[in-house]
């Protein structure tokens, strides 16, 4: 199993498809506060659709929380700063894929936090700025899966 942590969340249909790619990965999902909207929020919940009772989901009140009830997962960070390729990393079951909120991305201190060797990027056209969240997470998820031969996925 591996985790999905999104670090302050900002738009509910974002964090309703990951919720949604969460259940059907049999991936647990950590949301670390403050969220941009509430869980309850229909946006959220028209997003996710019927998958919110089937994702594994932990809520924290900030990072620090996150670190502490989490302190033995191994993580990687996504951020358009990173120089190397999400595809280069070995990923092993356990390991969580942090990530920031749509507008900012990580902080500079959570990403000094991981260091430059736990940093990663998905390759894209340099004049652009980001991808959206859901699908880097997608990319990210699948490709950590594929390295760990589908494990637990039909």
Known sequence: MFHVVLYQPEIPPNTGNIIRLCANAGTHLHLVEPLGFTLEGAKVRRAGLDYHDLASVSRYPDWKAFRQ????????????????????????????????????????????ELGPSRLLRLPMQTESRSLNLSNTVAVALYEALRQNDFQGLA
């Open 69 to 112: 009830k989490n302190n033995g997962i191994e993580l990687w960070g996504f951020s358009t700063r990173a120089s190397r390729r999400y595809d280069k990393a070995p990923f092993r079951s356990g390991d969580g894929l942090v990530f920031g909120p749509e507008t900012r991305g990580l902080p500079e201190e959570l990403l000094a």
